[in-house]
């Protein structure tokens, strides 16, 4: 089955509501395909606009490294040094009565701890003593996009193991504190104008709403009944984990950055040397760890069953080759409404398989994606007419 057919099978089966996919090497589109309704009388195509959520990772991520590179910021500074404000925070120990206890942390994160999920903050879809903090604090969720949701209790000491939170939207406030120019500014200028990432913004446009994509959530018996979410609208702060717009093509184009050493149709972002320093794994001998939810909007997250997988600045990263699929130092993420990518630099080859649905890592859309992806590294190898 080719690749267009498996994406025409898996909305036909309802295991999706619709889906864009892509396949790119350093010069240019592979494959480009999608199947089904992205919204109400809109077919599916590139130019459908996603809410990024985390995909907006790596566009941060992407900055900073930037600033590395020219000096301006060093990865082992601690995040206090740069934003005041962080020192705030503390290392939740403790409820007594309901009420949180709260210790100070055995060191101060840095600004690498930040950019790998190793801080200490942590979502409260995948940890439950955060739902709790916030629950019995009325603490606001970072989705709110107000300065004050940020300040996340710390779930553990930094540096002593990976966990999945709003670290990098912390990183924007870094980049903005250094650079001196909004995140909104900085990105449009260093980073969408230089990749010609035309649709990606941090606000939607008049022409985008007619390619906006519909959000759904796999309700009884598989049904997929719309609902709203959303990055707020001309928020107090533009979360650099998630507060993004954009089409799948865009999207791709920072991946072939990647895949090119930094450099893109002859817009050099990062120097070679600054791009393998940014794809090499930062955990320090910590490695991934599945993601268990308590949550209705995601499921369990395992990306890679069974692999070695460690984060370098920005993505989660291959230790070592999957069988059939995507090698060592690979990288990859996702957005919260299963919008999925990943490159592979040692082959040369990117792919995003993106729809907008609920839950997260919902068990059929990742065995969709899983196959999807063999099928491109079997076409890649050799077979062209799968393409």
């Not at 959000?215 to 709203?228: K, L, N, Q, S």
């Not at 717009?245 to 120097?271: H, I, N, V």
């Amino acid at each position: 089955m080719g690749l267009q057919q498996k994406l025409e099978a898996a909305v036909r089966d309802r295991d999706l509501p619709f889906v864009v996919a892509l396949v790119a090497d350093r010069d240019g589109t592979l494959f480009s395909g999608a199947a089904g309704d992205a919204g109400p009388g809109s077919k599916a195509d590139e130019d459908t606009i996603f809410r990024l959520f985390s995909m907006t990772k790596a566009v941060c991520a992407t900055g900073l490294m930037m600033l590395v590179e020219r000096g301006l910021a060093d990865l082992d500074m601690a995040v206090e040094d740069v934003v005041p404000e962080f020192s705030k925070l503390r290392v939740l120990d403790r409820f007594e009565d309901a009420v949180p206890v709260l210790r100070q942390p055995k060191s101060k994160p840095t600004i690498r701890q930040l950019a790998t999920h190793s801080s200490g903050l942590e979502y409260e879809l995948w940890n439950d003593r955060v739902a709790e903090y916030m629950e019995k604090t009325g603490h606001q969720s970072v989705i709110t996009g107000t300065r004050a949701s940020l300040h996340y209790p710390l779930m553990s000491d930094p540096g002593t193991r990976w966990a999945y939170g709003p670290g990098v939207d912390w990183l924007g406030l870094v980049i903005e504190a250094i650079d001196g120019r909004p995140i909104v500014e900085f990105c449009q200028e260093e980073i969408f104008e230089p990749l010609a990432m035309t649709t990606t913004r941090f606000e939607l446009a008049p022409e985008d709403h007619e390619h906006l994509s519909t959000v759904v959530m796999r309700g009884e018996h598989g049904a997929f009944d719309p609902i709203e979410v959303k990055p707020p609208s001309n928020p107090e702060v533009y979360a650099m984990g998630q507060a993004l717009y954009g089409s799948a093509s865009d999207y791709m184009r920072l991946l072939r950055m990647f895949l090119g050493a930094g450099a893109l149709d002859g817009k050099r972002l990062l120097s070679p040397g600054a791009t393998a320093t940014m794809l090499a794994d930062h955990l320090a001998g910590l490695r991934f760890a599945p993601m268990t939810t308590c949550s209705p909007m995601s499921a369990d997250f395992d990306p890679m069953p069974d692999a070695v997988l460690g984060h370098s600045l920005g993505f989660v990263r291959n230790e070592h080759d999957i069988a059939g699929r995507r090698s060592a130092g690979s990288q990859g993420w996702a957005g919260l409404l299963n919008s999925h990518y990943w490159f592979d630099p040692g082959q040369g080859i990117a792919g995003l398989f993106m729809t907008q649905m609920l839950p997260f890592a919902d068990p059929r859309y990742m065995r969709c994606y899983a196959e999807f992806e063999a099928a491109v590294y079997a076409a890649y190898r050799g077979a062209d007419s799968a393409m």
